[in-house]
């Protein structure tokens, strides 16, 4: 569980900035007078504007929710995956069916 909190943890705090960015942008008119021009445009116009470290303003109520969501994730895979006898030597289709109808259901969902 520890795993899946951290894993989720990470992955919030590295993509936070970038999942900023494009709030930012989809907030803003498409028209030709817009803040931002691009991705970089806006990374150094909210830097300079705001400071660097506001690309990271308010990641720690999403790390609130994330370590649980995610040790919850992930223990309830691993259970699963147990039930299904995908840590057992030897082939399990069914076990096997239900890791790739996970792993598409993450990529689609």
Do not use: C
């Not at 909190?5 to 970038?18: D, K, L, Q, R, T």
């Not at 259970?79 to 790739?100: E, I, R, S, T, Y």
């Amino acid at each position: 569980m520890a795993a899946g909190a951290f894993a989720g943890i990470a992955e919030h705090s590295v993509m936070y900035p970038i999942d900023l960015l494009k709030t930012r942008m989809q907030v803003v008119n498409p028209t030709p007078a817009a803040i931002y021009t691009g991705i970089g445009n806006a990374i150094a116009t909210i830097s300079r504007a705001e400071g660097y470290l506001s690309l990271w303003r308010g990641l720690s109520s999403v790390v609130v929710g994330a370590g649980p969501a995610h040790a919850v994730y992930f223990a309830t895979y691993e259970a699963v995956k147990q039930a299904m006898g995908g840590n057992a030597a030897g082939h399990h289709p069914l076990a096997a069916g239900a890791q790739n109808h996970e792993t598409i259901w993450r990529r689609n969902g």
